[in-house]
């Protein structure tokens, strides 16, 4: 494979990662303001990227403001 196939390719699983990864957090952030338990101010989140064929083990952490009560 080519440097720009293999570009493309882990552009569209990061993409993929992405836009599923945002998708389960507003879910989960829904879910919790739902029942009243959403907590107030930022969260952590943290993701792990593990690529064994290749060795990798990526942590990112960071945080995430909750929407408020309005």
Not at 11 to 39: D, N, Y
Not at 60 to 70: A, C, H, K, N, R
Given at each position: ?70
């Amino acid at each position: 494979m080519s440097d720009d196939g293999f570009n493309m390719s882990l552009r569209k699983f990061l993409k993929t990662v992405g836009v599923t990864s945002q998708r389960e957090i507003e879910e989960a952030v829904r879910a919790m303001r739902e029942t009243g338990e959403l907590p107030s101010g930022s969260v952590t989140a943290r993701v792990v990227l593990t690529i064994d064929a290749v060795g990798l083990e990526h942590e990112v952490t960071g945080e995430i403001e909750m929407p408020g009560g309005d």
